[in-house]
């Protein structure tokens, strides 16, 4: 080998094993001080290396430190701008030797960057001797001014060909806003210069949830734009965030412009991923679009479109960024079906990650520091203003129109200049007020005002029980100041007011643990209204006074409820007419009372230990309310002594002209009395009403009822030991048994009342065995049928949407036997005896008496049928069988007219003479009653009455009996209508004035005994 190449060689090794080992001869520790100052003189900042340090030169230069710590501003609180646990760094050797420094690889192990911005808007990351008063653009204008265009190679004097970092962390603290987190850092990025290029790529977490990343940043130079772009995606999931845009380095500074993009294809799940429950459907897709505006003084989001579902929303939002912040941000949208939106269960959220362990060293006291724990705090120095606005909301099955929002942030609080709607139920919405934020917890002062032209359907949209108003007419309005110190809410003065009825007062709830309500108002001409308690944790004590009742609630609530209610009220109808204000009962209701206890939970509840009374009717037993099905269903089982339910019933509409007329009426057997006339009867006759049936209440539930009680009377009728069994379902009432005593004898019966349909139907069916009739009080005048047994059957159907219409569809047929009777106040033996042997006017004169003047028939049956079709009752069999004679009868009644053609044929037993005829024409209560005594005369004429009785005894039969003599004149000289002139074939008993005793008078008086006046 040549001496020369020895050399070469030599040197050559030399230089290797100087490089190699000088730096350990050197030492790295000698240069930590220098590098450290070199570091605070370029960033303007306190830097310290903590940590030991190494130095190699071969095969590429490299240098390691750890523990490094770059200070926050003098005098700052705070922890330090940034902490990394360990730095590594390798330079390329041959580009250093030129002059350029390219990092081929720079690893950041646990960095921690700390960025605060302090109540004087100054910043922590403000590096170098920036004042912090002066703007960023200002800055910007100033450095492109000052400065000359670099040239195409500036900024490449240093690279990162490949920057990783290891479980990086960022955290952002502002005094007025809580600490937002960047954790679990994990990138790599490649810088191609100063100036750029620069991209990466990585993963993190933001408040604790996953995401990833990918961004990309042309080289960035004065007076051109750089195409910048990020993609921030959620780990299995397409849910993702975009922008893709320009920087441009403009005169007046950097600008960002480009289009923002976010969408989800569920964003329920995607929600989910952050421990957040949305209420949405699975797969409601969400996607944002905006052209976005980024400058150092400004950020604009124009063309803001919002999807969610078919939803969909646009508006803008701007903030001018320097000074004191202010954004305005405005949107609007023609529709949104919340129903649609919420229509099925929302995706399960899934579980937040655990927060991240802290950091070794706890950093000192933050210079951002937040709201107390739990606490309510607004921006103090952003001024903001949202104006939105929603055509159509489709909420609950209705539309809420016209929604609209007018508010503004300022100074730490809310001023909503105006929030109004327009409700279901032509109802009206507006508020306004301030929220703030008041020792850590939300208040709001303002004001609200509802007026609703239909509160019932109001109050049904609102799940709030439609039909405790319903049939209410009258507006709704209410008006009232509202203030709000979460977690308290009173209406201090509120005015209300329903159709004619107002109300005043003030509420009070604390929404808290317990819930107390204190109202205390009054309602105008009724009195006070008041609620007092609270409700803690599931226990109840609460008392109410309302409408002079008084009620009180005590237990517990929840999966297992135990509550124990009592109620009171001095005047049951003074309660009822508060909602049946045309409620007229027969008679005073007197007090009611309730007591129950009521246990159970989720769908069914059972009422135990139950007493109802009212006046002196008295109710006992046990229920239970089921609330599973389509409505809720009761079912009851009560005991009562003697139930009078008289009191309660509306006063007797008879028709009756005077007291004493008949209480049915009297039918005969003599060929089909003549079509009734078309007329109606007299106004107020018929018991009958042409107000539709309310009938509403039965189609809300459904029900069974079992009823025992020692007896049971309303309207005149008393049944003994009743006991009935009725269904309620569908809005159909079943009267299942009706089983009783009814005046000595057995009854039966059923029923069936069909409130679903659209006209109502009315159908049921009785038997009675064994009564006696002498308690029914059958009769007319001072004729009564005081005796007998009486069997009967019938069934009957009807249908209309009044009584006015049932009455008049009634249809049916029924059977009537009474044996071994007795009728009191005529003694139709004597009379038949006597009639037979008249010869004298004595002996006239003493029939009349004996007949008349008291006594009693005897009778073996008094039988008969009935029909009804479309309201028309007849019977043409009713017979009565009787010592002395017997009577037969056929009848017509209209029901719907409330009229009646009637007539009765008495006959005289073992007798030659005509039946006596008796007609009842016109209303039911008052008919025209009309004696035929024409047959009668004549049999008398036959038999020579007349003849025997000539001269002046003659005269007066010829008056008494009505003969016509041959000067067109009666015996007494009279016309039937009391003057002179032709005489009656009849007597007319309607109308008639009081006479004279005469022989007139006293056939009169007979004929009465045979059911005329």
Do not use: C
């Amino acid at each position: 080998m040549k001496t020369w190449a020895k050399i070469t060689i030599g040197v050559a090794v030399a230089a290797v094993a100087a490089l190699a080992v000088g730096p350990a001869l050197i030492g790295a520790e000698r240069w930590r001080g220098t590098v450290a100052a070199r570091l605070s003189e370029a960033t303007g900042r306190d830097v310290a290396i903590a940590g030991p340090m190494s130095l190699r030169l071969i095969p590429s230069p490299a240098l390691s430190a750890e523990d490094i710590r770059i200070a926050s501003p003098a005098g700052a609180e705070g922890p330090p701008l940034a902490e990394i646990g360990r730095l590594r760094v390798s330079v390329r050797l041959l580009p250093l030797l030129a002059g350029r420094v390219e990092v081929s690889a720079l690893t950041l192990d646990r960095p921690r960057i700390n960025l605060v911005r302090y109540k004087d808007g100054s910043a922590n990351w403000q590096l170098g001797g920036q004042a912090a008063e002066e703007p960023a653009a200002e800055a910007g204008r100033r450095r492109l001014q000052t400065e000359p265009s670099p040239p195409a190679e500036a900024g490449r004097e240093l690279s990162i060909n490949d920057l990783v970092i290891h479980d990086g962390t960022v955290t952002y603290g502002d005094a007025k806003a809580p600490t937002v987190t960047v954790e679990a850092v994990a990138a790599r990025i490649a810088i191609g210069g100063l100036a750029g290029p620069f991209s990466g790529e990585g993963s993190a977490r933001v408040q604790g949830h996953p995401i990833g990343f990918r961004a990309d940043l042309d080289r960035v130079a004065a007076g051109r734009g750089s195409p910048a772009a990020l993609r921030v995606t959620l780990p299995d999931s397409d849910a993702s965030l975009a922008f893709s845009g320009l920087l441009s380095r403009l005169s007046g500074g950097e600008t960002l412009r480009g289009r923002l993009s976010a969408e989800a294809p569920d964003l329920g799940a995607a929600l989910g991923r952050f421990g957040i429950a949305a209420p949405l459907p699975a797969a409601t897709p969400f996607k944002a679009e905006a052209e976005l505006s980024l400058a150092a003084e400004e950020l604009a989001a124009t063309d803001l479109v919002l999807n969610l579902g078919s939803a969909r929303a646009t508006g803008a939002v701007t903030a001018a960024l320097n000074g004191t912040p202010r954004i305005d941000a405005s949107l609007k949208a023609g529709a949104i079906d919340l129903d649609a939106l919420m229509a099925a269960p929302p995706a399960p959220a899934r579980p937040a990650p655990a927060a991240p362990s802290p950091p070794a060293q706890a950093p000192a006291q933050s210079a951002a520091p937040q709201a107390a724990a739990g606490g309510f705090s607004l921006p103090q120095d952003i001024f903001a203003t949202l104006q939105a606005e929603v055509e159509a909301l489709s909420w609950r099955g209705q539309v809420i129109r016209q929604a609209r929002v007018q508010a503004t942030l300022d100074s730490g609080e809310v001023v909503v200049q105006r929030a109004s709607a327009q409700l279901p139920g032509g109802t009206a919405l507006a508020a306004e007020g301030t929220v703030m934020a008041r020792q850590g917890r939300p208040a709001f002062d303002g004001s609200l005002e509802l007026g609703s032209d239909n509160p019932s359907a109001l109050l049904a949209w609102a799940g709030a029980g439609g039909d405790l108003l319903a049939g209410r007419p009258g507006r709704l309005t209410l008006a009232s100041p509202v203030k709000v110190d979460w977690p308290n809410l009173a209406l201090p003065g509120f005015r209300a007011a329903l159709g004619k009825d107002s109300a005043r007062g003030a509420l009070a709830l604390a929404l808290g643990t317990p819930l107390a309500v204190d109202l205390d108002a009054t309602v105008e001409g009724v009195g006070p209204l008041a609620l007092k308690g609270t409700v803690a944790s599931g226990a109840v004590d609460l008392a109410a006074r309302a409408f002079g009742a008084s009620a009180t609630i005590q237990g517990t609530l929840g999966a297992s409820t135990a509550l124990a209610v009592a109620a009171r009220h001095p005047d049951l109808l003074q309660a009822l007419r508060r909602f049946a204000p045309d409620y007229r009962p027969r008679g005073p209701l007197g007090a009611f009372d309730l007591a129950a206890t009521v246990t159970g939970g989720g769908n069914a509840y059972d009422v135990s230990g139950l007493t109802v009374s009212a006046g002196s009717n008295r109710l006992a037993g046990e229920a239970r309310v089921e609330t599973a099905g389509p409505r809720p269903r009761v079912i009851a089982r009560l005991s009562g002594e003697s139930i009078d339910l008289d009191p309660f019933l509306a006063p007797r509409r008879t028709g009756r002209a005077a007291p004493g007329g008949p209480r049915l009426p009297p039918v005969d057997v003599l060929p089909a009395p003549p079509p009734l006339p078309a007329a109606a009867s007299p106004a107020g006759a018929a018991p009958w009403s042409r107000e539709p049936l309310d009938l509403a209440a039965l189609r809300g539930f459904d029900a069974q009822l079992m009823l025992e009680a020692r007896s049971l009377a309303g309207g005149g009728w008393r049944l003994d030991t009743p006991k009935a069994n009725a269904t309620l379902a569908d809005g159909v009432l079943a009267l299942d048994s009706l089983t009783g005593t009814l005046m000595g004898g057995a009854l039966t019966a059923s029923g069936r009342l069909n409130a679903a349909a659209a006209s109502p139907g009315l159908s049921g069916q009785f038997a009675i065995a064994g009564a006696e009739i002498g308690a029914l009080g059958l009769g007319a005048g001072a004729i009564k049928v005081s005796r007998g047994r009486m069997e009967a059957q019938g069934r009957f159907a009807a249908s209309g949407r009044s009584t006015q219409d049932m009455a008049s569809s009634l249809s049916g047929d029924g059977r009537l036997l009474v044996r071994d009777g007795t009728i009191d106040g005529f003694d139709l033996p004597a009379v038949s005896r006597q009639l037979k042997t008249i010869e004298t006017i004595g002996s006239l004169l003493g029939l009349a008496q004996s007949g008349l003047s008291g006594g009693s028939t005897r009778f073996s049956s008094l039988a008969g049928t009935f029909r009804a079709e479309n309201g028309v009752v007849t019977t043409r069999d009713l017979r009565l069988d009787a010592e002395g004679g017997g009577a037969t009868a056929v009848s017509t009644t209209d029901l719907g007219r409330w009229t009646t053609a009637t007539e009765i044929a008495f006959a005289l037993a073992d007798s030659t003479a005509p039946p006596l005829l008796v007609r009842l024409e016109g209303p039911i209560g008052n008919p025209r009653k009309v004696v035929d005594v024409n047959a009668l005369q004549q049999h008398l004429v036959a038999r020579g009455l007349g003849r025997a009785l000539k001269g002046k005894g003659g005269g007066i039969v010829e008056g008494l009996l009505g003969i016509q003599r041959g000067d067109g004149q009666r015996g007494d000289g009279q016309r039937g209508d009391g003057q002179r002139g032709e005489p009656q074939q009849g007597t007319e008993q309607q109308g008639q004035a009081e006479e004279k005793p005469s022989g007139k008078r006293v056939l009169q008086d007979l004929l009465k005994g045979f059911g005329g006046r």
